[in-house]
Structure formats: C-alpha cells, structure tokens
C-alpha cells in the first residue's frame, strides 16, 4: 500500500490499520526510524499460527534522566475470556 501524507509518499507493507497507526505516528512524532533508535528492541517473538500473538520488548529511557525501563508490546489476534 502506498500512502501519502505531510508530503511524503511511503510504500507500507500491512493492513490498513497498520498504515494509519505508521501515518498518526509519523505525524505526531516524525520519523518513525528515529523512534525505533531510541526505542530499541532487545526480545521479539514474531506472529505465528500456533502462538497467535506477537510480543516485543523494548528499551525505553526515562524523561529527563539516564534511567533505562522496559516496555513490553503485545498484539493478540483474539482475546479470550479466562475463568
């Protein structure tokens, strides 16, 4: 899918709800590159048919000091009710 917008024409690869999340950022936050550098990722465990999510962990430092935390990204296809 290509998409345009403050100017620029980016080829994205996803649905398109993924291309307007990669847009809204880039908006707000620019360069989604840049975010990715400072936002690193230190574990992932990819999509998958038997697993059915996705997980990632990422170093994140703290505003105005040299702390590091950790924040931790999970996209699931189904929620499912737990008893």
């Given at each position: 899918?290509t998409?345009?917008?403050?100017?620029?024409?980016?080829?994205?690869?996803?649905?398109?709800?993924?291309?307007?999340?990669?847009?809204?950022?880039?908006?707000?936050?620019?360069?989604?590159e840049?975010?990715?550098?400072?936002?690193?990722?230190?574990?992932?465990?990819?999509?998958?048919?038997?697993?059915?999510?996705?997980?990632?962990?990422h170093?994140?430092?703290?505003?105005?000091?040299?702390?590091?935390?950790?924040?931790?990204?999970?996209?699931?296809?189904?929620?499912?009710?737990?008893?």
């Amino acid at each position: 899918m290509t998409i345009k917008y403050c100017g620029i024409i980016r080829e994205i690869v996803g649905d398109a709800t993924e291309s307007a999340i990669l847009a809204c950022m880039e908006n707000t936050l620019g360069a989604v590159e840049k975010f990715r550098e400072k936002h690193k990722k230190v574990f992932d465990i990819p999509f998958n048919s038997t697993n059915k999510f996705q997980l990632s962990i990422h170093e994140v430092q703290e505003y105005g000091s040299d702390n590091i935390r950790y924040l931790l990204v999970m996209k699931v296809n189904k929620i499912t009710k737990i008893s």
